[in-house]
């Protein structure tokens, strides 16, 4: 009675099941210690590899990174000569533009090179007028100065007369390489 009740609810008394499951336990092949070292040496190997690949590839990253740091300087320092030859030319243009326009102020009569100094002045390039004036032989500039006769043009030589007193523009192009 007892072994039908235990068949009913599923419990095995004669120990088949038990039998069984030992049998499958014991069908299946069980690794032995060589065979679970030599499965952990590959292993370690493959994660040796792995370690080694990665510093290699960061070894390769610094070095590309050095490269392009070298290579952004080089191009700085050129573009960097590039823009001082470019801003020394503009310069000398500038400088051969206004040795230009003195000469030709000075081939003019008096009256023209006034008249023309005042445009240049009133087009607020004050410097300009001033290297002009400072350029000029003493002569020339006495006849262009004397033409200066009403209130606002005797006004304006006074402001060209007191930067030149003062080394303007000389002196403003100290002042700011100094500020800089």
Avoid: C, H, W
């Avoid at 990253?61 to 300087?73: F, G, I």
């Amino acid at each position: 009675m007892t072994k039908v009740i235990a068949l009913l609810n599923g419990i095995d008394i004669s120990g088949n099941r038990l039998q069984q499951i030992l049998a499958q336990s014991e069908d299946r092949e069980q690794p032995d210690f060589e065979e679970i070292l030599q499965a952990r040496k590959m292993e370690s190997l493959e994660m040796d590899m792995r370690l080694r690949s990665q510093d290699q590839y960061r070894d390769e990253l610094s070095q590309m990174e050095a490269n392009l740091r070298e290579k952004t300087k080089f191009f700085d320092e050129r573009r960097e000569a590039f823009n001082d030859k470019l801003a020394k030319m503009e310069k000398g243009a500038k400088d051969k533009g206004l040795l230009e326009v003195q000469k030709t102020l000075q081939s003019l009569d008096a009256v023209q090179a006034k008249e023309q100094l005042l445009r240049i002045y009133d087009d607020e390039r004050v410097d300009e007028v001033v290297n002009i004036v400072q350029a000029m032989p003493i002569d020339k500039r006495k006849d262009i100065l004397a033409e200066f006769v009403q209130p606002s043009e005797a006004d304006k030589l006074a402001e060209i007369l007191r930067r030149i007193g003062e080394g303007y523009p000389t002196t403003s192009l100290i002042s700011q390489a100094g500020g800089e």
